[in-house]
């Protein structure tokens, strides 16, 4: 039997659902757990979709409903008892629950991951998906084609178009196929106005992000092969900006403009440790290089969180190491 069939089985046989996504999480994340959410509740399915991280708030107009429910450990001390089946979207490591994890690990019921990452942990009854897929919401797209278990709406269009235009890069990275582009006009079909949808995604920040983003370029360097361009985002340059982790999103991609860069690195400081984002060109595996240092990823895009560090005592060491990974 096919992973999509065995979802719907998982689907039929039980009542109770819930849903969730990684720390910080993008538009993948969020479409994904709403298209889902969406398929079940045309089901008659209960449903909850609880998740680490607030949803971002250059994102929140994807849940105008406010169906998603941030953690909080006293108030959802029983969620997990109260569900027969466990859904992660867009990620495949428990870890990336961060608050939800230890509930999901000792969770009883059936796990599922549905996700486009590689290096699935072995903890889950079924997953969905693969590294073929260029988004988690383009497995979600595929899985209502192929079992035709709901209609899709405007709604759900609306989501999974949201997740594939943003985890292709506005479809300019390398899975951006013909199919892609055949799956996205018929997403378009359902009412969506691609200008509007870009804008609410890329274009709704606040002052204080456009400032962090002018600092954080000026804290950026070359290693001395000149083919590793980093930089950095501290608390204090976060707080003076009234910014938040959200507003960070995408700015380790300007390493990548420089002629002659391969890899960039963003240190960014958290609370209680760091988070370290690595994006690379062509074959470098950067998932790889997020491994070495507790993370992981795409080939191309990649991050690790390191608690209890600071980024001066770190920061040479992850430029050394990332120096392995250059072709030459
Ligand atoms: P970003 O740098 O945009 O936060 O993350 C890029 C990609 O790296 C994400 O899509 C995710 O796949 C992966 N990633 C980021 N942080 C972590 C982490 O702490 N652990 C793991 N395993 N993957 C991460
Ligand atoms: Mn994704």
Do not use: W
Not at 36 to 52: A, D, E
Not at 95 to 115: A, N, P, Q, T
Not at 162 to 181: C, N, W
Not at 188 to 214: A, C, H, M, T, W
Request: with cysteine.
């Amino acid at each position: 039997m096919n992973a999509f069939t065995e979802l719907k089985k998982i689907i039929e046989a039980n009542n109770s659902f819930l849903l969730m996504t990684h720390v910080n999480p993008d538009p993948d994340a969020l479409g994904s757990e709403l298209a889902f959410y969406s398929i079940l509740k045309k089901l008659g399915k209960q449903v909850r979709v609880v998740n680490h991280s607030a949803t971002p708030y250059n994102l929140e107009f994807m849940d105008e409903e406010k169906i998603i429910e941030k953690f909080d450990a006293e108030k959802h001390s029983e969620l997990f008892a109260q569900v027969d089946v466990c859904v992660i979207l867009d990620l495949n490591n428990a870890g990336r629950v961060v608050k939800m994890e230890s509930g999901l690990r000792s969770f009883k019921g059936l796990k599922v991951c549905i996700d486009h990452h590689q290096d699935p942990e072995d903890i889950f009854d079924l997953i969905v998906g693969g590294t073929e897929y260029s988004a988690t919401g383009e497995i979600l797209f595929r899985f209502i084609k192929e079992t035709k278990i709901a209609e899709l709406d405007s709604f759900i269009a609306n989501q999974l178009y949201v997740a594939i235009m943003t985890d292709t890069g506005s479809f300019r990275f390398e899975r951006t196929t013909p199919e892609v582009h055949q799956m996205i006009a018929e997403l378009i079909s359902y009412g969506i106005n691609p200008p509007e949808v870009y804008d609410k995604v890329y274009n709704q920040f606040n002052f204080g992000r456009v400032k962090l983003l002018g600092e954080a370029l000026s804290t950026m360097q070359l290693d001395s092969t000149k083919q590793i361009a980093y930089m950095i985002v501290t608390k204090e340059m976060l707080e003076r900006n009234e910014t938040s982790e959200a507003d960070v999103d995408g700015f380790v991609n300007y390493c990548l403009t420089i002629a002659g860069v391969e890899i960039g690195i963003l240190f960014y400081e958290l609370k209680d440790g760091i988070k370290i984002s690595f994006r690379s060109k062509g074959e470098i595996a950067v998932n790889k290089l997020a491994a070495e240092f507790n993370g992981g990823g795409h080939r191309n895009a990649s991050g690790s969180r390191l608690f209890n560090v600071t980024i001066d005592s770190i920061k040479e060491k992850v430029i050394t190491t990332t120096q392995k990974y250059l072709n030459n």
